[in-house]
Structures are given as C-alpha cells and as structure tokens.
C-alpha cells in the first residue's frame, strides 16, 4: 500500500497533457516528460506553420470569411495549431482582405497541414498505444 | 532593434509572389521534412537523435521518391493523351 503511493504521486493527468499539445504544440509530450519528442514536434510544427503565414500573408487565418463548408474546414483546421493561430488572428488588421495567388493557396496548406499535424499530436498524448510502433529489430547490429 | 523587429513582421502582412514554374513544385521539401519529423517523432516508441535522424531521413527520402515516380506517371500520361 505504502509502495504504491509514491507512483501515484507520478502520475500526470492525462487531460491537461491534451489540453497543453493543443495550445502549444509539443507541449504535451514536454509535460509528460518527453522532452526530445516535444521540442522536435514544437520546432517542426512551429516551422510549417511560419512558413505558411509567411507564403500566404497572416489574413489566411481568417475568421470572419467562414460561410461556405470549405472556409469553415480550413479555419478549424487552422485552429488546432493553438495559441500560434489565435496570434495569428489577433495580429492582422480588421480591414484587409485577403491575398490571392499561388502564396495563399500554399500558405493555406501549410498551416493546414500544420494542424492535422498536431491534432496526430493531441492523439498521441491521450492515446499513445494507437499510434506508437516497437522499435524496429534491425537497427540494432550485433557486434 | 525596433526597425529590424518591423522588417521581419513585414514578412508575414503580405503573401509571397510564387509564380507557376515548375521550381515553385520544390515547396514540397519543406511541407515533407516537416511531416517526416511529425510523424517519426510520434510513431517510434523508443526515441534517438541518431535513430530519429536515420528514421526521418528514410522517409523523406521514401515520400520524395514516390512523388517522383508519382510524376513520372503524371507525365507519361500527358504524353500519350497528346499524341492521341
């Protein structure tokens, strides 16, 4: 009884470790304890999504354009990156419209792109047997 | 410090002008890189830096040949259509 006690003390609720991965990517696995994990999945989803802010411009974020199913899909998608989308909307003029091009329909894939990533993320922390794979046999080599 | 600060905001009010060649087809190496170590990082169960590396390379290196078989494909198809 006095054995298991000092385990429970350990363990983190799983919940908030979502809640984290959501609002910042790789936050989830950080908190966990899985710090390599988490900073490689911050560095890599901070970076598609900065990229696609800076092909697209920052209007792609665009919360007030949501009327057709499509717009819709692409905004929530969006927010699923957490707190780098709502700086995202927060830092661009009420005003401007929207670009167009090849930049905003690449921008808008990155940051797309950029939030299933991390949604794969969020299910990873609430659900790491689903997605985890053992460690392949042949990358170890006998001496 | 400020004015360095702005220039590098400025960078992300405007969309970039990326024209139709076909080198603009080479934005797909970041998007790829950037789902390879995504993706590697979530599914190995015991992680590396020399393992995650070596993972991560694989399968840029996997996806990337795909796409080029995939446009190979893509292209034989074009010309056949063009000749009918």
Not at chain 1, 19 to 35: C, D, N, Q
């Amino acid at each position: 009884m006095a054995e298991s006690q000092p385990e429970q003390q350990n363990v983190k609720p799983i919940y908030l470790a979502g809640i984290l991965a959501w609002l910042v990517p790789g936050a989830g696995h950080w908190y966990l304890g899985e710090h390599f994990r988490g900073g490689v999945i911050c560095v890599a989803i901070c970076g598609i999504f900065l990229l696609g802010v800076m092909l697209g411009g920052v209007e792609i974020i665009d919360p007030h354009n949501i009327e057709t199913i499509t717009a819709k899909a692409w905004f929530y998608d969006q927010l699923i990156c957490g707190v780098p989308s709502v700086i995202g909307m927060l830092a661009q003029d009420s005003d401007a419209a929207m670009g167009f091009g090849r930049g905003v329909d690449l921008g808008r894939l990155y940051v797309g792109v950029a939030g299933l990533l991390n949604l794969l993320c969020i299910v990873d922390v609430l659900m790491p047997r689903l997605v985890r794979q053992p460690t392949r046999q042949t990358t170890t080599r006998k001496a | 410090m400020l004015q360095s600060f702005f220039v590098l905001a400025q960078l992300f009010r405007q969309p970039m002008n990326i024209s139709t060649t076909a080198t603009s087809l080479l934005w797909v190496l970041p998007i790829g890189l950037g789902i390879s170590l995504v993706y590697k990082a979530i599914k190995l169960e015991d992680i590396t830096p020399r393992l995650f590396v070596r993972e991560v390379a694989l399968l840029f290196v996997t996806g990337l040949g795909m796409l080029l078989v995939t446009m190979v494909i893509l292209l034989g198809i074009a010309r056949l259509a063009g000749q009918i």
